[in-house]
């Protein structure tokens, strides 16, 4: 498994040729350094998979479900920015992916689609597999609101056009999931192509927000008392992580994390605050709520990461004062009113903003400098204790926060960890230290099942020079399961882990918070506790497999699965039950509760009074 190559590599041939379809995609895709072409075979893509046998440079991939392909190639650009192409047939291959491209979608990752579709010439006429009742071959419409652009090209000789626009709308800006539907005989005939080149389509540079907002947010940073930064998924998308700790240092700012800004800056950094959000820390909300000036870097202020606006938990905006950094106009102001407002992208903003900033602030301030940095240390150290009873536990099945201090002492500081929906991705998020960009990736704000397995070999195969841990629950790994055989057939050095409590215990862990009583969050056979034997499923699909059995051994487990340089799936029973299942709840997230449930409703109803839109 080898790094990709960097986007804008050249074609093999210059001038004109005659080029069917289908090789012609593949021509674009190596013009453009797509290393890997993901998906399933069927009639409506086998031009494709058949011209990517010519293509020097592009392995095609076959994960065991479409849904996969998607997270997988997921995965592959959050762990180094890059996209690759996921193909499927028409009809219930493409249906099949929906739930990875809304997941790429909501977190603006970016991806090409490449989907099959009914010949041109039979549109309309009820063509296997054709969605046709309204409109003729109507599958791109389902895929519409997940995806940044879908094209739809009618003719051969519009590929051209239609793959440079896709590769920028995915690539450039907001980034995200694109989607190019190619009928079936557009992918078959031929015709003279000039050679492909992406990047005379593609925007150049990076977008910069108008100066004198720069200079009017830097004159307010500096006269800040309490300064905070927000490092939302933007600063990770445009790379911009050293430029946000240089603001923060210039400043004396401490700096915590959305759920997609984890790893913004290392958390082992004097200035780092902690997460924000229900599911986050507590220093890092007390910081934000107390803060008097916050500058937001490329932060959507989700429900989540803002624990559902209630005032005074995560911010108090105002009388906090909002600047925000955002390549998209549209997410200035959405949720809070801001002072200011900084239009451009992450990485080009915060240069900007330093080099205003180094007027009012030659130099950068030395942690000590601003008596809000006592504080942080407070709240910092009072997060770690209150995080230490659980992490302590030395009982077996054991809880999560243990297992997860045990994981974080075997990897290597560089590992990357995936996760999806569940426990493990809230206690990953808020108590599993990573260092740096890149090296937390989480199915954030769409928060996917069956996300970890198929994500975590994508962020391998893009970086085959870190160690990437999986952890998922039982639930999460168990909807994408098939896809260790993929790990098998690629020896994947992925280092599996499922945290297993038997259950879908977040939600059990809520039902009893709410209503004293739970329905359908239990596996169980017989009445009795149920789990299928994760170490025999391991052993099935011919990888190791291993049940710890105790911290000890757990730790050591990982630290020999990851010195394997080799894929393993390794299951750790954890607690099922209150209070050992529980995560540290910080925050305040709007569930709302029926009023037949008259005191959970009465609490709930104390809590939505106070929450607070702009």
């Known amino acids: 498994m080898a790094v990709a190559s960097e986007v804008g590599a050249s074609t093999a041939w210059s001038g004109r040729r005659r080029r069917a379809g289908a090789q012609y995609v593949m021509d674009f895709l190596q013009a453009a350094g797509v290393p890997l072409l993901v998906g399933i075979p069927g009639h409506g893509n086998v031009n494709l998979f058949d011209a990517a046998l010519d293509a020097p440079g592009i392995r095609s991939l076959f994960p065991m479900h479409e849904q996969s392909a998607a997270h997988l190639a997921d995965g592959y650009a959050r762990a180094v920015g890059r996209p690759l192409a996921v193909t499927t047939s028409i009809g219930p291959g493409a249906m099949n992916t929906v739930v990875g491209i809304a997941t790429?979608?909501?977190?603006?990752?970016?991806?090409?689609?490449?989907?099959?579709?009914?010949?041109?010439?039979?549109?309309?006429?009820?063509?296997?597999?054709?969605?046709?009742?309204r409109r003729f071959t109507?599958?791109?419409?389902?895929?519409?609101p997940i995806t940044t652009r879908t094209f739809q090209p009618s003719r051969i000789d519009e590929l051209p056009f239609v793959l440079a626009r896709a590769w920028s709308a995915a690539t450039t800006g907001r980034q995200g999931p694109v989607l190019v539907d190619l009928a079936m005989d557009i992918q078959a005939e031929d015709a003279e192509f000039e050679a492909p080149a992406p990047g005379a389509h593609r925007a150049a540079g990076r977008p910069r927000p108008d100066a004198e907002e720069v200079r009017r947010a830097a004159a307010m940073l500096a006269r800040a008392v309490r300064p905070v930064l927000v490092a939302g998924g933007g600063v990770i998308l445009a790379d911009a992580a050293a430029a946000l700790v240089a603001v923060a240092e210039r400043l004396g700012a401490p700096v915590a994390t959305t759920w997609m800004g984890k790893g913004a800056i290392p958390e082992d950094h004097p200035l780092f605050a902690g997460q924000l959000g229900d599911q986050g820390s507590a220093s890092g909300n007390a910081m934000?709520?107390?803060?008097?000036?916050?500058?937001?870097v490329g932060c959507r202020f989700t429900d989540w990461a803002s624990c559902s606006f209630r005032q005074g938990v995560t911010y108090a905006i105002p009388p906090t004062t909002l600047i925000q950094i955002d390549i998209d106009p549209q997410e200035v102001g959405k949720n809070y009113p801001a002072v200011g407002a900084l239009v451009g992208d992450a990485r080009a903003a915060l240069a900007d903003l330093d080099a205003a900033l180094a007027e009012h602030l030659p130099r950068a301030r030395a942690v000590g400098d601003l008596a809000w940095h006592g504080r942080l240390r407070q709240e910092?150290?009072?997060?770690?204790?209150?995080?230490?009873?659980?992490?302590?536990y030395d009982g077996w099945p054991t809880t999560i926060s243990r297992a997860l201090r045990e994981i974080r002492a075997a990897a290597p500081r560089e590992s990357l960890v995936v996760t999806g929906a569940g426990l493990p991705q809230g206690q990953v998020y808020a108590e599993f230290p990573v260092y740096a960009a890149r090296s937390h990736i989480t199915s954030g704000g769409f928060s996917t099942m069956g996300f970890t397995l198929p994500a975590a070999v994508g962020a391998r195969l893009a970086r085959p020079d870190r160690p990437v841990l999986a952890i998922a629950g039982d639930g999460d790994f168990l909807q994408t399961v098939q896809e260790l055989a993929l790990v098998a057939q690629e020896d994947a050095a992925v280092t599996v882990i499922i945290l297993n409590n038997r259950g879908w215990r977040s939600i059990r862990n809520f039902q009893i918070g709410a209503y004293g009583r739970v329905n359908g969050t239990e596996f169980t056979r017989k009445g009795e506790p149920y789990s299928p034997d994760f170490v025999a499923i391991a052993h099935a699909f011919g990888l190791p497999g291993h049940r710890a059995s105790s911290p000890d051994d757990l730790r050591r487990s990982v630290a020999d699965a990851i010195r394997s340089q080799g894929p393993a799936v390794i299951e750790v029973p954890t607690a099922g039950e209150p209070p050992l299942s529980l995560a540290r709840k910080v925050g305040w997230w709007d569930l709302p509760v029926g009023r037949h449930h008259e005191a959970a409703r009465a609490r709930y109803e104390e809590g939505r009074r106070e929450e607070r839109l702009g």
């Open 104 to 133: 790429a979608f909501v977190d603006s990752v970016p991806m090409l689609v490449l989907t099959g579709s009914t010949h041109t010439y039979l549109r309309g006429h009820s063509v296997l597999q054709e969605f046709e009742r």
């Open 138 to 144: 109507e599958n791109p419409r389902v895929m519409e």
């Open 288 to 296: 934000t709520r107390d803060a008097d000036v916050i500058l937001a």
């Open 380 to 392: 910092r150290a009072g997060w770690l204790r209150l995080l230490e009873e659980p992490a302590s």
